[in-house]
């Protein structure tokens, strides 16, 4: 299967489960690898056949700047099934980390990796 990725998107948004991580927008760091056959494109030329990844950049961004979720299971959750709303995309993997929630390391997230349900 054929890959996009969108690598270290940054939004600014209210997460976490602390009083002061609730207070004030923080650095929410975004990789994305959508799955999907992109051989059309590759033929046609245009991007009608193709996951448009700007779309689907605006759509995270929208959402993850306003969500206030609590967890980082949760946002990646959500942005997950954003993804997987887009036509083409039958596969999705999200990554939501947080730089510097932990004392010592570069930064803590989730990685969430789902599939389109084949229709019943």
């Keep these: 299967m054929d890959q996009i990725f969108i690598s270290d998107l940054v939004a600014r948004g209210i997460l976490g489960i602390n009083d002061w ?17 992109l051989s059309k ?23 993850a700047e306003t969500a206030q979720r609590l967890t980082v299971e949760a946002l990646a959750a959500d942005l997950v099934r954003l993804c997987l709303d887009e036509p083409r995309v039958q596969k999705a993997r999200v990554r939501v980390e947080k730089p510097g929630a932990v004392r010592f390391s570069r930064s803590v997230g989730v990685e969430i990796e789902r599939e389109k349900e084949a229709p019943k």
Excluded: M, W
């Excluded at 991580?21 to 056959?37: A, M, S, V, Y």
């Excluded at 494109?41 to 689907?56: K, L, P, Q």
């Design 21 to 37: 991580e609730r207070e004030k927008p923080q650095e929410i760091r975004i990789n994305i690898t959508l799955f999907g056959d």
């Design 41 to 63: 494109a590759g033929e046609s030329d245009d991007i009608r056949d193709s996951i448009n990844y700007r779309t689907v950049t605006k759509k995270v961004l929208a959402h």
